[in-house]
DNA sequence: CATGTTTATGTCAAAATGACCTTAAGTCGA
DNA sequence: TCGACTTAAGGTCATTTTGACATAAACATG
């Protein structure tokens, strides 16, 4: 059956808070929208995404979008859900099923990013009201990060390279929302062999230099089954 | 962008794994199979879909596939992956996006199913080789049930409404391929709170008669998140 | 009414977790 | 130079959870 068909992305960074009062090093969950310029919808802001390109991978297309967004490479990326109730795009519009892809940036990277014209960072648990269905998208896309944080280390994804522990340890602590005891946070990341200490300090601090490490790429970043990445591009 | 949709579904249910020798209550998971009766792939087994009706939604879809293929409804259904890689149809042949749904049906209701001329059931672990790319589809699904079993109550979709302990723990059995300690199974179920006690007890066995248990619907069956059973319909 | 069979409950050591304490290693200011 | 300060790194211990196994309870059958 001909429908049309749109790939969309949910981009997640962390950044400060920004609040007044609250600690510096305090961080919450972004992430990066577009404002539409044409109806349905003119006006509201939306998820970057577009059509599927003629000789275009699902995941593909995801990328180019982010790429267009931010001009960034993501850190993760996982295909979401599809959308596709009859009603999802008001009453008498064209029929259209999303498939959704959400991604993680580094943190760095994305403060970095050139962001254009009509594009805005919001925070995640504060937006405004969304086209389409995409608050319950972006809900959902919330709600899947929460959960992988708990059983995978896909908190690198917020990270560079090399990352401190205290530093990983913040990017859980943003994502699930509460504090966690920094000597068994480590305790526990050193038992699943996750990480490789890379030898090296970061310098620089005025306390004891923290370790630096980097991530074990002889284990996934999220356990994904047969859909290993190359199945999918 | 126009692109051909269509909607497939992964059935499963259990049944006797039927090797001689092995324990009659011994079971393995099956899942329903239709031969294809055109090009391309024609007189291959495939997974039973179909296109994407006009004001239909997703797992509406899914869920009419279901219904034509084996004539039942499922106790269970999720959306598993859109699969969209340009070369999943072949080389020339027009691009298709599938939407793939997986579903669980209840054992005693499979057996009495009608099915259909061109449908045949398969036990999931000896597949023959499948059309398109549905083989990897299967893989990625049984993947998927396997891990939801370890956290979620979800197995119960493959037994009645009431049902007793042990039957409960042969469905878990039977998808992770291991047996279970009865006694720790029983404190860690009962620990959860996932099921309610009946007050009835199974008779007409030849040993103390085990108590029936019901499914705790204030409990959900599989975490979903904010995609409630009513998001997607 | 003894036997067989499975349900239902209990025990205990080992492993994992959560709360908290101590020491290490740097910077910074006096 | 030295003490204060700050965070890293590692350790202790009580509690909880898990896995392995033992015992009692309740039926059908002969």
């Given at each position: 059956m001909e429908a049309t068909l749109a790939v969309s992305t949910v981009i997640f960074s962390l950044r400060a808070s920004g609040s007044f009062g609250a600690d510096e090093r305090e961080r919450s969950i972004w992430l990066p929208l577009v404002r539409r310029i044409r109806a349905p919808h003119d006006g509201m802001w939306a998820l970057p995404g577009g059509p599927?390109?003629?000789r275009e991978g699902l995941a593909e297309a995801a990328t180019s979008t982010l790429a267009k967004t931010t001009g960034l490479a993501p850190r993760y990326l996982e295909q979401l859900y599809a959308f596709g109730s009859p009603e999802r795009s008001g009453e008498d519009a064209e029929r259209v099923v999303s498939v959704v892809y959400w991604a993680l940036v580094a943190e760095e990277e994305?403060?970095?990013a050139r962001i254009g014209q009509n594009v805005r960072w919001f925070k995640a648990d504060e937006l405004p009201r969304l086209a389409f269905d995409h608050n319950v998208i972006v809900d959902y896309a919330l709600w899947?990060?929460?959960?992988?944080?708990?059983?995978?280390?896909?908190a690198s994804g917020f990270l560079?390279?090399?990352?401190?522990?205290?530093?990983?340890r913040e990017a859980y602590e943003a994502v699930l929302g509460r504090p966690l005891d920094p000597a068994n946070f480590r305790r526990q990341i050193e038992a699943s062999g996750a990480l490789v200490d890379t030898g090296q300090v970061l310098t620089g601090v005025r306390h004891r230099p923290p370790r630096l490490y980097r991530y074990n790429t002889t284990v996934d970043l999220a356990e994904q089954g047969p859909l290993g990445r190359t199945a999918e591009k």
């Amino acid at each position: 059956m001909e429908a049309t068909l749109a790939v969309s992305t949910v981009i997640f960074s962390l950044r400060a808070s920004g609040s007044f009062g609250a600690d510096e090093r305090e961080r919450s969950i972004w992430l990066p929208l577009v404002r539409r310029i044409r109806a349905p919808h003119d006006g509201m802001w939306a998820l970057p995404g577009g059509p599927l390109g003629e000789r275009e991978g699902l995941a593909e297309a995801a990328t180019s979008t982010l790429a267009k967004t931010t001009g960034l490479a993501p850190r993760y990326l996982e295909q979401l859900y599809a959308f596709g109730s009859p009603e999802r795009s008001g009453e008498d519009a064209e029929r259209v099923v999303s498939v959704v892809y959400w991604a993680l940036v580094a943190e760095e990277e994305a403060r970095a990013a050139r962001i254009g014209q009509n594009v805005r960072w919001f925070k995640a648990d504060e937006l405004p009201r969304l086209a389409f269905d995409h608050n319950v998208i972006v809900d959902y896309a919330l709600w899947r990060l929460r959960n992988k944080v708990e059983y995978s280390r896909i908190a690198s994804g917020f990270l560079g390279e090399t990352f401190t522990l205290a530093q990983l340890r913040e990017a859980y602590e943003a994502v699930l929302g509460r504090p966690l005891d920094p000597a068994n946070f480590r305790r526990q990341i050193e038992a699943s062999g996750a990480l490789v200490d890379t030898g090296q300090v970061l310098t620089g601090v005025r306390h004891r230099p923290p370790r630096l490490y980097r991530y074990n790429t002889t284990v996934d970043l999220a356990e994904q089954g047969p859909l290993g990445r190359t199945a999918e591009k």
